[in-house]
């Protein structure tokens, strides 16, 4: 099976109506990632070379989404059915595959090991190969009519007789196809139905009727499960969550409270890390060996190396880059930065656009100025620098190695290493000063309240 050459047509035309959103069924997100590039990555993981993509309702958007690829656009015209939907993709049909996989775009946790086991199945004989599954509850479902392993017919619910409706095996709507028919038989579709619309579901029977080999190919309740409404994809969010938890669990991961940390599909997370309650990952998330992300953290875009800690209550977004024993505390944010070996960020500190050198200290605080109204500028502090609290940093600036900030500073200027700096005014007292004014000000909120 390995050698056959195989091409995934997606039906991804669907407007998606009870979603409710202006954004295009396909396009909604299941751990940071649009459902149809879910189905994707799966049909590439099953050994797929080529994808057809066809699109319909926001067909800009999706093309937009998906950008340049290993795959080709075809355009549905018009909505008038699985078939006629496959049939937009005819000119990449045409090119002579071996096996033609018909998947759904709505269908996010399609597993890889269904797609090559219906593959498969047609390297055994079968020219048609349903995805079939044997949901709790078949009610609504289309039902697989088989007899002595052989398929004959799918039958939709509301076709079913009362013994049909007993049958557990139900159609997932995905199908493999052999690459020399596959055009033949869906030309052979006619629209003789209420809605005037071309079925796949039909290809069974008319397969049959060519002396042609039909098979069914079980796969998960879950590769079945379609989206159609926001309760749904909640749902199979929940779903995907659930089974990423476990894998990275079981690959040495620590979650004190699993159900509450959220992963993006692209996380990588090390084995002796920890994890505790309410770590979200945005897409782009690395994270090495023996990490503590503490409670309440968000990570997006950001590299994370051995023997760091993190939060809680921190964040850490696009382009931030932490080497080994970094610590970023509580309530601090990072962005865009590269933080060296051993260096820490505390408390209520700000830190963009900046590169903090090894075993450098950040008070509680500062603030990298980093943005002028109009541009981004950088701030370099060298390594074993000390910033003092409550400091801000006008970028661009550099400080030294070993540069000392005092507390309370506003910098503009560049430290040399070794320095000391202070950018604060100087401090003066008075003699009784605060009493006069305590007094004078206690006098006037007396005499508001009388008023």
Not at 226 to 246: D, H, M, P, T, Y
Not at 284 to 311: C, M, P, Q
Request: overall charge neutral; glycine content about 10%; some cysteine.
């Amino acid at each position: 099976m390995s050698q056959r050459s195989c091409l995934s047509v997606i039906l991804a035309a669907g407007e998606g109506t009870r979603m409710k959103s202006a954004l295009p069924k396909v396009l909604h997100p299941v751990a940071g990632r649009a459902m149809v590039q879910h189905v994707i990555a799966a049909a590439k993981e099953a050994g797929i070379e080529d994808v057809a993509l066809v699109i319909g309702h926001g067909a800009d958007q999706v093309e937009k989404v998906l950008g340049a690829g290993n795959h080709t656009i075809h355009l549905q015209e018009k909505r008038l059915g699985t078939a006629n939907a496959t049939l937009a993709a005819r000119d990449a049909i045409a090119r002579g595959y071996d096996d033609i996989l018909v998947l759904f775009g709505d269908t996010p946790l399609v597993d890889p090991s269904d797609l090559m086991a219906a593959r498969k199945a047609l390297s055994e004989g079968a020219s048609i190969v349903v995805l079939g599954f044997e949901p709790e509850n078949p009610t609504g479902y289309g039902r697989l009519l088989v007899r002595d392993g052989v398929l004959e017919a799918i039958r939709e619910h509301k076709d079913c007789s009362p013994d049909e409706l007993k049958i557990s095996l139900c159609n997932s709507g995905m199908m493999a196809i052999r690459g020399d028919v596959a055009l033949e038989l869906l030309e052979a579709v006619e629209n003789n139905n209420v809605k005037g619309e071309y079925y796949l579901t039909d290809l069974v029977e008319i397969a049959r009727s060519k002396g042609l080999n039909t098979a069914v190919s079980l796969a998960s309740v879950e590769s079945a499960l379609g989206v159609n409404s926001k309760i749904e994809l909640a749902e199979v969010e929940n779903i995907w969550q659930r089974k990423r938890r476990r894998t990275l669990m079981a690959a040495g991961v620590s979650m004190h409270a699993p159900e509450t940390v959220f992963l993006s599909f692209d996380t990588e997370i090390g084995a002796d890390t920890t994890l505790e309650p309410n770590v979200f990952f945005g897409p782009g998330v690395r994270v090495e060996d023996g990490v503590i992300i503490r409670a309440f953290s968000h990570i997006e875009g950001a590299t994370i190396a051995r023997g760091s800690e993190i939060g809680p209550f921190a964040r850490l977004r696009p382009g931030a880059e932490l080497a080994e024993k970094v610590k970023v505390g509580n309530f601090c944010e990072v962005k865009k930065a590269v933080v060296e070996k051993g260096a820490k960020i505390n408390h209520l500190s700000y830190i963009g656009d900046a590169h903090i050198g090894a075993g450098s200290n950040i008070g509680a605080g500062t603030i990298t100025c980093n943005y002028d109204g109009f541009n981004k500028h950088k701030t370099i502090i060298g390594e074993s620098a000390f910033v003092g609290s409550n400091t801000s940093l006008v970028a661009p600036i550099t400080l030294g190695n070993g540069a000392y900030v005092a507390s309370g500073s506003v910098l503009t200027q560049d430290v040399p290493a070794g320095a000391l700096a202070f950018g604060r005014a100087r401090q003066e007292i008075k003699p009784e000063r605060g009493s006069f004014l305590r007094e004078k000000l206690s006098k006037a909120a007396a005499a508001k309240k009388k008023t």
